[in-house]
T-cell receptor, first 116, second 115 residues
Framework: AQSVTQLDSQVPVFEEAPVELRCNYS??????LFWYVQYPNQGLQLLLK??????LVESINGFEAEFNKSQTSFHLRKPSVHISDTAEYFCAVSDRFGAGSYQLTFGKGTKLSVIP | ETGVTQSPTHLIKTRGQQVTLRCSSQSGHNTVSWYQQALGQGPQFIFQ???????GRGNFPPRFSGLQFPNYSSELNVNALELDDSALYLC??????????????FGPGTRLTVL
């Protein structure tokens, strides 16, 4: 079974400063990778995903993540954070258990707190 | 297009009781996955239903069971509730296409508290 490690449980950062949330995964085979965001008392929203192709993927709200196969990492970055980015962020990897059937394995999450 | 909905929003039960949680999948989707998110943890895969049958299961005991209906909605049933079952239960729907990865769309969750 695959595993996902999010190295920081909490990350405080000042508004307009850059941020990096770190994620490492265990699989040595081809994987699909994801970042989800969870706002208080809400479900998960997909932020961005890597399925294939360019190793740098971007979201519509300024986040980006880079797939690094040699380091088995998929770190999330944003050059300038806003108060509205305060949330919990989960890194996830897909596990295929049948034709077209996938489950997601999540890390424990990183709470991003943006300080005014 | 209606997204994934779950009911109820919150639920309080006592140890030993049984509970049923419900999920309506997004329009056009035929697969439902259930996840348990304990406080301070990431979601953990419970099981997946496709064509009304269990299609895969995580490391959860048999007292966690489910159903999928012809309209692709789903139920999660938990028998003999334990204190550690207190968690946010998330439902995710997707369209199974055997040729490609199928993105999962999550509902808002049901918060279960076991006393």
């Amino acid at each position: 079974a695959q595993s996902v490690t999010q190295l920081d449980s909490q990350v405080p950062v000042f508004e307009e400063a850059p941020v990096e949330l770190r994620c490492n995964y265990s699989s040595s085979v081809s994987v699909y990778l994801f970042w989800y965001v969870q706002y208080p008392n809400q479900g998960l929203q997909l932020l961005l995903k890597y399925l294939s192709g360019s190793t740098l993927v971007e979201s519509i709200n300024g986040f980006e993540a880079e797939f690094n196969k040699s380091q088995t990492s998929f770190h999330l970055r944003k050059p300038s954070v806003h108060i509205s980015d305060t949330a919990e962020y989960f890194c996830a990897v897909s596990d295929r258990f049948g034709a077209g059937s996938y489950q997601l394995t999540f890390g424990k999450g990183t709470k991003l707190s943006v300080i005014p | 297009e209606t997204g994934v909905t779950q009911s109820p929003t919150h639920l309080i039960k006592t140890r030993g009781q049984q509970v049923t949680l419900r999920c309506s999948s997004q329009s056009g989707h035929n697969t439902v996955s259930w996840y348990q998110q304990a406080l301070g943890q990431g979601p953990q895969f419970i099981f997946q239903y496709y064509r009304e049958e269990e299609n895969g299961r995580g490391n959860f005991p048999p007292r966690f069971s489910g159903l999928q209906f012809p309209n692709y909605s789903s139920e999660l049933n938990v028998n003999a509730l334990e204190l550690d079952d207190s968690a946010l239960y998330l439902c995710a729907s997707s369209f199974t296409n055997r040729a490609h990865y199928n993105e999962q769309f999550f509902g808002p969750g049901t918060r279960l508290t076991v006393l």
